[in-house]
């Protein structure tokens, strides 16, 4: 897996990068054919104080790509609303994956 982790408008701190690479072996212990992920943490230059910090991710899986992005006023607290929502999609895509068995169309004769 090659993990990606970039900041725009802030530094990525060891400690940021490490919280967010021990969040995301949550993901990879759900699923391991994950080929390319790369995170983007942003920090908006807004008035209001809420929802000003980002978090993006985009996962390249084997045969598609999942994107999720969160907002808070607290770039922690986006990062784990960001991997609920990757980890809900990729156990989504893992069971579309696994669930191969169609039922078979009756013929009426």
Do not use: W
């Amino acid at each position: 897996m090659n993990l990606t982790i970039s900041g725009h408008h802030l530094e990525v701190t060891p400690s940021l990068r490490s919280y967010v690479t021990t969040k995301l072996d949550r993901i990879s212990r759900h699923f391991d054919q994950l080929v390319d992920v790369k995170v983007l943490l942003t920090v908006e230059n807004q008035k209001e104080k809420e929802r000003r910090q980002r978090a993006e991710c985009s996962i390249h899986v084997k045969g598609n790509d999942l994107f999720a992005e969160s907002a808070n006023e607290d770039l922690y607290a986006a990062v784990d609303d960001l991997v609920d929502k990757l980890d809900r999609q990729v156990v989504r895509y893992k069971d579309r994956l696994q669930n191969h068995s169609h039922e078979a169309t009756k013929r009426m004769m």
